[in-house]
């Protein structure tokens, strides 16, 4: 479970981040049917599965800083035998988990207050907590009309696009990423998820640097969603992924480059709130 869960984060099977934390807590719970000699042993066997866990996205800060609660609540305790360290991994998994759900449950809450009756919304990638916030406004009765980027090079806003267009209320527009400045001064407000926000830098999927840019330019706010989690003051030093090139072109690069990041960084001076689970906090 734990192979499978570290091949299906390193491959993005698992687009949003607060998932990924889940899966990844989840996961370490497989150590409970496995048997070990001393406690010396499973703590160490914890320690590398983690470990694991966390290099199959370095730029997850819900995933690396989960897994560090994990490790260190049982790594810090007394624990006299084996029984009693798998207790406890089950024991702060379940709080683990049950906590970044309810985070985002609250964020996407908190979000959809925001949002108004007929307003148009541009959302880029794939948020659960976004579509959670949109799927909670439409529910609540307000019509929304919501312009999704394709997010190119893996298309995972396609995927956005299909889920919001079985939503009650929710007229959606799949546009290509380059897209977004035509359709921008069309919006009421930009919404995306968060990565995370570290030293003042908002880090998501590659493409939101732009519109963040643009709808400042076009006086449309940027609201960002996520669990408080996410934003994170020490501890955590981002570190970007440079995907496989085959992401962007199948054929051989001959006599040129091909780059690939999976995130880009945004000044949080373009941002105009950041909504979480603990309220609107303005940049």
């Known amino acids: 479970m734990i192979d499978e869960t570290v091949e299906e984060i390193s491959e993005m099977q698992t687009h949003s981040s607060s998932v990924v934390a889940v899966k990844a807590a989840r996961a370490l719970s497989a150590l409970a049917d496995r048997e070990f000699p001393t406690v010396e042993e499973y703590v160490r066997a914890l320690e590398r599965n983690s470990s694991a866990l966390r290099r199959a996205d370095p730029s997850h800060a819900s995933l690396h800083t989960t897994q560090r609660e994990i490790v260190s609540t049982v790594t810090e305790a007394d624990l006299d035998s084996v029984p009693a360290a798998k207790d406890l991994t089950l024991e702060v998994i379940d709080r683990v988990v049950d906590r970044v759900e309810s985070a985002k449950e609250d964020a996407a809450a908190n979000c959809a207050d925001r949002l108004s009756d007929g307003e148009t919304v541009l959302t880029h990638d794939y948020s659960s907590t976004v579509l959670a916030a949109l799927e909670s406004a439409a529910a609540d009765g307000k019509s929304l009309t919501v312009y999704a980027t394709e997010a190119r090079p893996r298309y995972i806003g396609r995927k956005t696009a299909r889920t919001l267009a079985d939503v009650e209320n929710v007229e959606v527009h799949l546009i290509v990423d380059s897209a977004s400045g035509h359709y921008l001064p069309e919006c009421d407000c930009v919404l ?20 963040a840019a643009t709808a400042a330019n076009e006086d449309v706010p940027f609201y960002v969603v996520g669990s408080s989690d996410k934003v994170v003051e020490s501890g955590f030093v981002f570190k970007n992924e440079h995907r496989s090139t085959s992401e962007v072109m199948r054929e051989p690069a001959e006599g040129f480059v091909v780059e690939n990041p999976g995130y880009d960084g945004t000044p949080v001076a373009l941002i105009d709130a950041v909504v979480t689970d603990e309220g609107t906090q303005q940049p």
């Open 192 to 211: 995306v998820g968060m990565d995370c926000i570290v030293d003042d830098t908002l880090y998501n999927r590659v493409g939101t640097y732009p519109i």
